[in-house]
């Protein structure tokens, strides 16, 4: 007799108790591969949101040289932070 999930109600108790023991497992492997693609995508947005963030708080002034180094400077502090969570994010995208 099978049940709605493909176990053996009728059977012998230990392919029951196997059954339930390999259905727990790809659950919980669903649940943690849901989890890591969530990080994942939260993290990188939160890059973008940042990096987006602070490129609108530059106000560079002075001519076009001095402005040029302005924002390479200010880009010489985002980047690393934001290639760090996009890092993580590939991470989380990643499975172990």
Excluded at 4 to 27: I, K, S, V
Excluded at 37 to 50: G, P
Excluded at 53 to 70: M, S, W
């Amino acid at each position: 007799m099978e049940g709605g999930f493909g176990f053996n109600l009728g059977g012998d108790p230990d392919d029951l108790m196997r059954g339930l023991r390999e259905f727990a497992e790809r659950q919980t492997e669903a649940m943690q591969e849901s989890q890591r693609e969530q990080f994942a995508t939260l993290t990188l947005n939160t890059a973008v949101e940042l990096t987006g963030a602070a490129l609108k708080q530059i106000d560079p002034i002075g001519g076009v040289d001095e402005q040029t180094l302005g924002v390479r400077d200010a880009m010489r502090v985002l980047f690393p932070e934001a290639v760090a969570l996009v890092s993580a994010a590939r991470q989380g995208f990643m499975r172990e």
